[in-house]
């Protein structure tokens, strides 16, 4: 299943990781094992270092194994969510049809 992993990074361990020269090799390991369909990285709102990584996830079990890297390394903040792509939600048509004949009023 097509994932959204989002991750910010905390000023302070940010900083403490570029300060040790860990941060992009940190960053590269970890999206090595994941193995991303994208992975993009930016300031969020609240000014720190954060990331949007698409991937995919075959089961939830693999959870814990995509987050911890991120929580261990960082002490990220860290959230999933499945998404769609257009061809997705082009296969999902038919089933909003059928949720608005069944509970559209």
Not at 34 to 52: H, I, M, N, T, V
Not at 68 to 73: G, R, S, T, V, Y
Request: charged share 20%; no cysteine; proline share 7%.
């Amino acid at each position: 299943m097509r994932m959204l992993l989002r991750i910010s990074i905390p000023v302070e361990a940010g900083n403490a990781a570029a300060k040790a020269g860990t941060l992009g090799s940190t960053v590269e390991r970890i999206l090595a094992d994941l193995k991303p369909e994208a992975a993009y990285f930016y300031a969020d709102d609240e000014g720190q270092r954060a990331g949007s990584i698409v991937f995919d996830m075959k089961d939830t079990s693999q959870i814990p194994a995509i987050a911890e890297p991120w929580f261990l390394a960082f002490n990220a903040k860290v959230s999933v969510r499945p998404i769609m792509n257009p061809q997705d939600l082009a296969t999902a048509v038919p089933s909003i049809g059928q949720a608005v004949k069944q509970f559209g009023s």
